[in-house]
């Protein structure tokens, strides 16, 4: 026994031995390991646990309120209390939205939304109940806390315009980013990717919107396995947005928009005539900005697009019309200048002119009799203007056109402006690929055919006219950025390269249509002394009179249906003597613009002059500290 | 005829307790401590749920293991085999608890403690073995059939055992035994016609596997395949380690393990959460005190002079070195997540027991070492 114990024993001690040494080795691998991925690796696996550990956050910045001159708030930020349901924070969830129900009604497809979102989440991640609640339902919400648990009443921010839809076309709206939006962004903000951030997606708040979206800020949170936050580890606050002032008067837009609104479709424009700073900018119907925020409907928004009255446009810049007898001024300027015609020339009306086979009609049947320039304008008309343009041609009344702002863009500060067209001889040819008829320039001479114009666009061929200068139209007067309140410079404008005594001759007509007996806008003068405007009507045709109906009889605007009106045009300016303000009206099948457009214009213009901030004493049409009260 | 303690007479209770290896009771402790310690910072710094309790069942272990290491060896001895079919019984029943319809089971509940029969069995097949080998001369264990049985006493459980599934306690039944053989003097070449023949069974035994171990092994191969299934708790385990670098982030500091990127921190991935708050310094000294731990073992298994005792103590001390290799080298990414605990650290009841319960058999051999042990159990010579 000892002996065969004995040789055991020793293949036991050397087997003992090996298996020893393989535990040995085995633990060096083991150390090895440890080296290897806790020293080599260590530093992407400490980047990696990082990754875990930190997740940053993106703080929205409060975006910037727009302002009128006088700092009315045109859009603000609201608060916005929603109520939130944390699943984990209450045993029974259906039986806290029971309690719930009975206080704020919850409909049953919201219901079970609230329910599928509850389930998809994690507990701890807040669901929204309901949005945008009143002061009513949040205390009585609050008063009931302790019957609700796991209800938190969170403050968020969301737009509102307390115009509503008398500025949507001015302010435009703002609406979640769309994947375009992204695309566009080259600054690649972080904001954008934020869910539930808005932007600006038309108007004022589209043109500025990277001033009023200001920067973000960040947080950073420590987030577990679940991707609940345990701590904030640090948070960089971001910047708000800057508020935006407008050159609008809140008091002027919405006396525009008064005037304007029991017309189907209209637009308005008052610009200061020195520095282009626009006053009023109105363009009826409108349409709710304060629904896009929240977000529309299906149904909503096809009923919106389906209109034919088109109130997401915003007719002031966008909307298209043939100046009509507006553009008169223009014809005589280029007439003038190039000494086709004296003024004291004199053409006799008979109520029609012919070239070739063709009759070209005056609005006045039976004719003025001799005409000279300021009669011309003063009664407007169209056979004066017939042969004048015969005389000076397309091309040069076209030319005079484009340097009064009309055929190109004015660059407003506002998206989606159109241009216009001055048509001339080398446009058609390229256009049309025929060549241009003389007939086309007497037509081209009242402001009818291919001639085409904004009503802003008319508001600031007038303005160039009163003021001499090439001015340009802009909305925004200044910023304030963390409240350093700084006014953008705007350049001075050139002088407009045309003899004065042209300019003269041509505002002294417009002074007779509105100031004289026989003027066409006698009637809508303004008679209080020192406040006298002096203005150009324009009735555009829509409808071409066939030659049966002239020989029947024409019928009156009402008689026509609606689509087949005239559109009703009046500009102005005022006062008379050093012209501070310009006005255009358009009324989209409005009827004459004497009768329509112009006691429009005259009240907007009286107002406007009556409110001058200034009040004549401050040529820089600055609010005085004392009268910064004074404002609507 | 050597002389001994035994040849003195019998030993008094307090003679055994004298005789006690308390050195290597010491280590235990240091690493139940370092367990306790762990856990508590893997309940986020509270006693409870898990450091508290591990700490209760210490206390009973220790108990135990006293009991078991001044019970006379030869009643161990001598009782082997009716252990030995008592658990298997108990594998038997927990089987047959699963067909019945209460679903796959691993446990027995006996109301005061959940019994996991396979982790007894990791020591009742050890002495089962011992008990075997220790009557068989050199010449029997070079005879093939010879080794029938105690083949036949393996395959029993690890069949049990993979029906469970627990594919981690029955390969390390597989390599323990193949420990107790290898010292036992079976022949080297024999041991290589086994691991060809399990090389050859391997296409057979893929089928047999269940899905959710296929995909282990899979994810195991290659763990950003499944960054978010089961290749995460590698992965994330990785990370924990790795980020802990050379002196880890503190204690308590563990980012991973404290905001439960890493999962079952407080049993199989508990060395990763030690490496994660102490580093690579911490993960070595803890490999340390394991070796210092195992170097007991081999000293005391080369001092006993029966053959029952020197396998029983490397026998367990084998069980020992594999729990303590699998599980670092899992949650390290060496090997498929099998789901071995990291001995006396990690949390779990059985496990500790059936542990503190081995090491009371390795205290035993030593308070028994100069024993003379019968081909039987019995005292004399045969």
Redo the contacts between chains.
């Keep these: 026994?000892y002996r065969?114990?004995s040789?055991?024993?020793k293949?036991?001690?050397r087997?003992?031995m090996i298996?020893?040494g393989g535990?040995?080795a085995?633990?060096g691998?083991?150390?090895g390991?440890?080296?290897q991925?806790?020293?080599l690796?260590?530093k992407?696996?400490?980047m990696?646990?990082?990754d875990?550990?930190i997740n940053i956050r993106v703080l929205p910045p409060p975006r910037g309120r727009i302002l009128d001159r006088f700092g009315v708030p045109l859009a603000i930020n609201k608060e916005n209390y929603r109520v939130l349901l944390i699943a984990e924070r209450t045993r029974n969830v259906k039986q806290t939205l029971d309690t719930l129900g009975r206080l704020i009604s919850i409909p049953g497809h919201e219901r079970r939304r609230i329910l599928r979102e509850i389930k998809r989440r994690r507990d701890f991640v807040p669901v929204t109940v309901q949005e945008n609640l009143d002061w009513h339902k949040v205390s009585r919400i609050e008063v009931n806390a302790p019957d609700l648990p796991g209800i938190v009443i969170d403050v968020g921010q969301s737009r509102e315009y307390p115009l509503g839809a008398d500025s949507a076309h001015l302010l435009g709206y703002v609406a979640s980013v769309s994947e375009k939006d992204k695309k566009q962004d080259r600054s690649r903000d972080p904001l954008l990717e934020l869910p539930g951030f808005r932007i600006g997606k038309s108007g004022v708040e589209k043109e500025q919107d990277l001033r009023l979206r200001g920067k973000a800020g960040n947080s950073q949170l420590?987030?577990?396995?679940?991707g609940r936050v345990?701590r904030e580890l640090s948070r960089q606050e971001g910047q708000p947005g800057d508020d935006v002032i407008l050159t609008i008067d809140l008091g002027i837009q919405n006396l525009a928009i008064e005037k304007l609104r029991d017309k189907k479709s209209a637009a308005a424009v008052v610009m200061d005539v020195n520095s282009g700073g626009v006053i009023a900018l109105a363009s009826v119907p409108g349409y709710d900005p304060n629904a896009f925020n929240t977000g529309l409907s299906g149904k909503q928004w096809r009923k919106i697009i389906r209109d034919p009255l088109a109130p997401l446009t915003n007719k002031a810049v966008s909307g298209l019309y043939a100046p009509g007898s507006t553009f008169k001024m223009v014809v005589a300027m280029a007439a003038l200048e190039h000494g086709v015609v004296m003024p004291d020339h004199k053409v006799f009306c008979r109520g029609h002119v012919e070239l070739g086979n063709a009759r070209f009609h005056c609005w006045k049947k039976h004719g003025h009799g001799w005409m000279d320039l300021n009669a011309a304008l003063q009664q407007s008309c169209d056979t004066y203007f017939y042969e004048i343009a015969k005389r000076v041609g397309i091309d040069k009344i076209a030319a005079m056109g484009r340097r009064f702002g009309l055929g190109q863009s004015t660059g407003i500060d506002l998206p989606n402006e159109r241009g216009g067209l001055m048509p001339t001889s080398a446009w058609k040819k390229k256009r049309l690929g025929v060549p241009w008829q003389k007939g086309e320039t007497l037509v081209a001479g009242i402001g009818q055919g291919f001639v085409l114009t904004t009503p802003l666009q008319l508001a600031v061929m007038t303005s160039r006219l009163a003021s001499g200068k090439s001015v340009k139209p802009h909305l925004v007067h200044g910023v304030v950025s963390a409240g350093v309140k700084r006014t953008l410079q705007v350049p001075a404008a050139q002088k407009i390269q045309i003899a004065p005594e042209v300019r003269r001759l041509v505002m002294e007509g417009m002074n007779s249509v509105s100031n004289t007996e026989r003027g066409t806008a006698y009637r809508a003068r303004i008679k209080e002394p020192g406040f006298e405007l002096a203005g150009k009507t324009g009735t555009a045709q829509v409808k071409r009179i066939s030659k049966h109906e002239r020989e029947t009889m024409v019928l009156k605007n009402k008689e026509r249906p609606w689509k087949d009106r005239d559109h009703a045009l009046f500009v102005a300016y005022a006062p008379v003597e050093k012209p501070r303000y310009a006005i255009a009206v358009v009324v989209e099948h409005g009827g004459g613009g004497s009768a329509v457009a112009a006691p429009i214009a005259r009240d907007i213009m009286h107002e406007t002059l009556k409110r001058d901030p200034s009040g004549y004493r401050d040529r820089d049409g600055v609010a005085r500290e004392n009268e910064k009260g004074r404002k609507a | 005829m050597r002389i001994g303690a035994a040849d003195r007479g019998p030993m008094t209770i307090g003679q055994k307790l004298w005789q006690v290896n308390w050195s290597l009771v010491s280590f235990i402790i240091v690493l139940t401590g370092i367990g306790c310690a762990m856990l508590y910072s893997a309940g986020d710094a509270n006693w409870n749920p898990w450091a508290k309790r591990q700490l209760i069942r210490f206390g009973i272990g220790l108990f135990l293991m006293i009991m078991v290491a001044v019970t006379d060896i030869r009643m161990w001895m001598r009782h082997a085999y009716t252990l030995y079919f008592l658990v298997l019984g108990l594998l038997v029943a927990v089987e047959v608890m699963g067909v019945i319809g209460m679903g796959a089971q691993r446990w027995i509940d006996l109301g005061v403690i959940q019994l996991q029969p396979s982790e007894i069995m990791k020591i009742t097949l050890v002495l089962a073995l011992a008990r075997f080998f220790h009557g068989a001369s050199l010449e029997d264990i070079g005879r093939p059939m010879f080794l029938i049985i105690p083949l036949l006493l393996v395959a029993a459980p690890v069949v049990l055992v993979l029906r469970q599934p627990d594919l981690g306690t029955a390969i390390m039944l597989t390599m323990t035994a193949g420990v107790i053989f290898f010292l036992a003097g079976v022949r080297a070449w024999k041991f290589g016609v086994v691991i060809g023949a399990i090389l050859a069974a391997m296409p057979v035994a893929w089928t047999l596997l269940h899905e959710y171990q296929k995909k282990r092994i899979l994810t195991f191969l290659n763990p950003e395949s499944d960054p978010l299934g089961a290749g995460y708790h590698i992965m994330q385990s990785k990370i924990a380690l790795g980020s802990g670098g050379i002196f880890g982030k503190g204690y308590l500091g563990g980012t991973q393990s404290h905001l439960n990127f890493l999962p079952e921190k407080q049993t199989d991935f508990i060395f990763t959460m030690l490496a994660e708050e102490f580093g690579m310094a911490g993960g070595l000294l803890l490999l340390g005190i394991y070796a210092i731990v195992l170097i007991y073992g081999f000293a005391i298994a080369l001092r006993v002079h029966n053959q029952f005792g020197r396998l029983i103590t490397l026998g367990i001390t084998g069980t020992f070195f594999f729990y303590v290799f699998i599980n670092i080298a899992m949650v390290m990414g060496l090997v498929p997540v099998v789901g071995v605990p990291l001995p006396l650290v990690s949390y779990g009841g059985t496990a500790m027991l059936s542990l503190m319960i081995g090491f009371g058999f390795i205290l035993c051999s030593y308070v028994h070492r100069d024993v003379r042990v019968g081909r039987h159990g019995s005292g004399g010579e045969d």
């Design positions: 026994m065969e114990d040789s055991r024993y293949k036991f001690s087997r003992a298996l020893g535990q040995i085995l633990f691998l083991l150390a390991r440890m080296y991925l806790q020293v690796e260590s992407r696996y400490k990696l646990a990082e875990n550990r420590e987030v577990n396995a679940l345990i």
